[in-house]
């Protein structure tokens, strides 16, 4: 019996480690696509990576040609109507190269709070920022952002930007297991 137990445990534990790599290839690809699709310009498949509850961050990128980029906005549908408006022909292409940090798990496995840098290059526009993410896994086992904040870091450093889990997920009632 107690050989049964150990294998038992042993299967548990492996099926946690499936579910958190899968977990982790998730989060992941949600920021491959998430950078490719802003990078093409094409905003209604960065919108559809987003809860219908979302929440959106853009802050310290102010205005270029005539649009203020900054604010805060709440769901899928004000999301999808910020990047019709600030995304005028005349914004230059970015690359992101972007720099996942360590990704945080609630103790279920259903939401994650990620840290990345990224590094926007195009042809006028050199700057570094940061994302704060808080994602979601949905009923299909996808993921999508709740709660993302973009911060351009060419004006603040990195450290002066991040914001931290604690104030980041303030509001958020989603039982995750705070350091």
């Known amino acids: 019996m107690e050989a049964n137990q150990h294998l038992t445990q042993e299967l548990e534990f492996l099926k946690r480690r499936i579910r958190k790599l899968e977990a982790l290839a998730g989060v992941r690809e949600v920021f491959s696509e998430y950078s ?8 209604d498949k960065v919108t559809a990576l987003f809860s219908n509850d979302a929440t959106l961050q853009i802050t310290g990128y102010g205005n270029y040609a005539g649009v203020n980029y900054d604010g805060e906005f709440v769901s899928r549908d004000r999301i999808i109507k910020y990047y019709d408006e600030v995304t005028p022909e005349v914004l230059p292409k970015n690359k992101h190269n972007i720099i996942p940090k360590p990704i945080q798990f609630d103790d279920g ?3 994650a709070f990620a840290y ?11 700057a570094g920022g940061i994302y704060e993410a808080i994602l979601e896994r949905q009923d299909n086992e996808s993921w999508h952002f709740l709660k993302l904040r973009c911060v351009n870091t060419s004006k603040l450093s990195v450290a002066d ?19």
Request: net charge negative.
């Open 116 to 126: 990345l840098i990224a590094y926007l290059v195009g042809a006028d526009n050199q």
């Open 36 to 43: 490719l699709y802003a990078d093409l310009g094409q905003w």
């Open 161 to 179: 930007s991040i914001v931290g889990i604690e104030e980041f997920s303030r509001g958020l009632d989603f039982g995750f297991a705070r350091p």
């Open 109 to 111: 496995g259903e939401f």
